[in-house]
């Protein structure tokens, strides 16, 4: 995420009907408003993280509300420091990022901000179809310039209209500390022999070789879609997601059993532990390696932000080498209630801009720019390498969570892989499973 199977992001800077992508792209996560505060048409969020000077975005005045799911502290101040950064009058009501994707569709479907947090391609797709989303057809006529045709296409609904503006990006691989590397003797795995006789290694010498966290219900999606995209191929794992491969082919159980083989090296107990808790464990040198996205920075600082590095998943089948890469595009949409329009669009496109994703990067380190004249100049060794990653993919992939329908992950896969995780053994019955709820889902 060749250019009809895949648009490539530049080397810079639950529910309905299935949506059918046109054309296909793969460019390139996370309870919003609980029942009380639905009924009542309310944001129960904190209020205002920034506003500024000059009280006026739009016609009528007045301010921007904007949703966000940007509750990290690094990526929540950030957000601040950019809208400080501007001339418009903003009030961001801040909540937790899973707590936000799991209630995002009644949320829109009540009292929706102004402007709202969310992901590009199917996620962006599904509810523009459902008339949730404002068309930015008119905003990309300003701002389209500074974009990549692959990042117009993924923000562009199903009948050819946008509805996204992209922001930032980061690719996952596979995180380690370079001193541990450097004092231990271990050498970065290309294949998946080299990765599994690694992990053995660092079991013997007494460390976790692999962090696992899912309590989120999330972190696991990345390693699955690594396994499948390395042993079948970019081309299968996007046609699994959208509903057209059986989960009960020999290929899916093989992704399973190459899984099934790392756990005796992973983390025990990942349902139950957060992905910021693995992702200490790697900084305090507990663990060894960590598959996750270039956001884990977020957690570090100083000397243990410095060693931080990656490698891309490791090969399994020659046919498909390190090709794929996943890196999910992050950004802004409107909502079909706005109460703001104009405002709105002010909004949108300052953060379509250059300067205003490099004013948020000077904050948060731990992705890349989306615009093409983004300042690359200040990008870490992190970053730089990330852009690197992406720019050499041959396929880019979103996520499971993002290219597959919302009610399938959340209600199917999320379970699915926790029960794996802690009850590995029967792999026929659980995508036996899986078949016959995705046969439901995909036919409603």
């Known amino acids: 995420m060749a250019e009809s199977q895949a648009q490539q992001i530049p ?22 408003l609980g029942g009380a505060a639905y009924a009542a048409g309310a944001l129960a969020v904190p209020a205002a993280l920034a506003g500024c000077e000059k009280p006026g ?17 690094v990526p929540k101040k950030a957000l601040a420091d950019l809208l400080a950064a501007s001339e418009l009058d903003v009030r961001v009501n801040t909540v937790d990022h899973n707590t936000f994707q799991e209630n995002i569709t009644r949320y829109l479907q009540a009292t929706p901000d102004d402007v709202f947090t969310w992901f ?10 459902q008339g949730m989303a ?47 590397f450097a004092e231990r003797g271990y050498q970065v795995p290309r294949t998946w022999d080299d990765f599994t ?41 996007v046609s699994l997601m959208a509903g057209k491969e059986s989960w009960e082919d020999a290929r899916v159980k093989q992704v399973f059993s190459l899984w099934r083989e790392l756990l005796p090296y992973s983390q025990p107990g990942a349902n139950g532990r957060t992905w910021q808790e693995a992702a200490q464990s790697l900084g ?12 884990v920075g977020q957690q570090f600082t100083g000397d243990v ?34 109460k703001n329009p104009d405002g709105a669009k002010a909004l949108v496109r300052y953060l379509a801009s250059a300067q205003a994703q490099a004013a948020y990067l000077g904050s948060d380190p731990n992705n890349v720019a989306t615009h093409n004249a983004a300042d690359t100049s200040r990008y870490t060794a992190l970053q730089k390498k990330a852009v690197e990653l992406v720019g050499g993919a041959k396929q880019i992939s979103q996520f499971l969570d993002r290219d597959t329908r919302p009610d399938f992950a959340s209600t199917v896969m999320i379970p699915s892989l926790q ?26």
């Open 11 to 32: 080397p810079r800077s639950r529910l309905s009907p299935p949506l059918t992508l046109s054309p296909p792209f793969t460019l390139g996560r996370r309870r919003l």
């Open 57 to 73: 975005t739009g016609e009528d005045g007045g301010t921007v509300t904007l949703g966000s799911n940007y509750s990290d502290e």
């Open 120 to 129: 590009a391609g199917f996620r962006m797709q599904y509810f523009a179809a």
């Open 134 to 180: 404002a068309d930015l057809s008119d905003v990309w006529g300003s701002v389209g310039g500074g974009y990549s045709a692959a990042m117009r296409t993924a923000s562009t609904g199903t009948d050819g209209k946008q509805y996204f503006v992209p922001f930032t990006y980061y690719p996952w691989a596979v995180f380690y500390r370079r001193s541990v």
């Open 197 to 237: 006789g690694l992990c053995a290694r660092m079991k013997r010498d007494g460390l976790i070789p692999i962090a696992m966290a899912d309590k989120d219900g999330w972190p696991a999606m990345g390693t699955f879609d690594h396994i499948n995209l390395r042993a079948n191929g970019y081309d299968f794992h």
């Open 284 to 295: 305090q040198k507990q663990t060894g390696m960590y598959v996750f996205g270039l956001f």
């Open 305 to 338: 932000a410095a060693d931080l590095d990656f490698f891309p998943f490791p090969q399994i089948a020659e046919a498909h080498g390190q090709d794929a890469v996943e890196a999910p595009i992050d950004g802004f949409m409107v909502s079909s209630k706005v």
């Open 419 to 444: 029960g794996f995780l802690s009850s590995p053994n029967d792999i026929d019955g659980l995508c036996r499973r899986i078949e016959a709820q995705k046969k439901t889902i995909f036919a409603s």
